[in-house]
């Protein structure tokens, strides 16, 4: 199944060069696990979510340690009908029948628990989609039934709900819902917004 | 039929405070159309599309006009069935059946060609959502082949389309989208990124 995103890390400064250019090594530990490609607007990253999502996580916590006002913007996608497979995006982790959602929950909620602690306080915004399937919305309100009880929840807006926490607990509840929610082969994408050191935070 | 996004404001720059700031009197001549709520993550705006798109371009313009790298990034949304309904978002263009694709191809072009001339150019990158039926990637397919006639298309990549030109033609194109593309009442999104004044750019 193929997966991955497209991401784009925008820091608030004039430096915004610098800043990107100096988290670039944070990828470094994944990149043979990893397509990369840049152009001007996004950096996709190919790969299964195992990878992706610590990927992003350290990227982020790089660039956010500079305690400058940093964004991360991605759009994470798997098992998209209108892609080619990847050998790159083998996960077992998608393989056999679809466990019922208390079984899920549970699993989700054990494997944020073991989440590494970063040190970077963050605040991530997500909007998760399932398609082609008529109970799309059953397995929506499922995974935010996960994101509530995660520890990260802060509250459900419109069209999207806010996480709040350290970012290692963020990004494995962000990997929790996008793996965990949806048909194992199904198509499931995330609209992310994940936030550091802006001067709004009260 | 519930419509808006939730849509942040990224100039990199250190002085983002003053670039953003400057910038939201473009809003204004909108604010009676569309519901505001700003929190440290995003800003929400609900309203009719016929709103939401020029009020999202004309205050991507304004602070691109800076001249500064500036990103507007937008989770934007309508039918999502877990939405209340608001009158703020009444438009009748999503009434009576859903014409055929090739029409609605027709109208969406019609619609592009007479987008005001902003003056400001910008790269534009999307993923069009069609939730809830079991044919979601025809409307995609749909959405595609008009957004490669549109004359904004730049290429496909994986998981979005990217798109060129002038802000107003991109936000037309954008606009017409997400609305021509999916069931009238169905629960239709697009993950945006919009960009100016980037030093990538070639």
Chains 1, 2 share one sequence.
Not at 48 to 69: C, G, I, K, N
Not at 171 to 187: D, I, K, M, N, V
């Amino acid at each position: 199944m193929f997966s991955g995103a497209q991401i784009s890390l925008y820091p608030m400064t004039g430096d915004f060069v610098g800043v990107i250019v100096g988290a670039l090594g944070a990828l470094d530990p994944y990149r043979d696990r990893l397509r990369v490609e840049t152009d001007d607007i996004s950096t996709l990253l190919v790969g299964p979510p195992e990878v992706l999502f610590p990927a992003m996580r350290d990227l982020f916590a790089a660039a956010s340690r500079t305690s400058v006002h940093c964004v991360l913007s991605a759009a994470i996608s798997r098992g998209c009908p209108g892609e080619p497979d990847d050998a790159i995006c083998n996960s077992t982790q998608f393989d056999g029948p679809i466990p019922p959602l208390t079984e899920r929950h549970a699993a989700a909620l054990a494997a944020v628990a073991t989440a590494p602690e970063l040190g970077v306080h963050a605040v991530a915004q997500l909007s998760l989609y399932v398609m082609g399937q008529g109970d799309h919305m059953d397995e929506i309100y499922g995974s935010i039934g996960f994101l509530k009880a995660s520890g990260t929840f802060e509250r459900s807006k419109h069209f999207a709900t806010k996480l709040s926490g350290d970012a290692g607990a963020l990004f494995s509840t962000l990997e929790q819902a996008f793996c965990r929610f949806g048909p194992p082969q199904g198509h499931v994408t995330i609209d992310l917004t994940v936030s550091a050191n802006s001067p709004s935070l009260g």
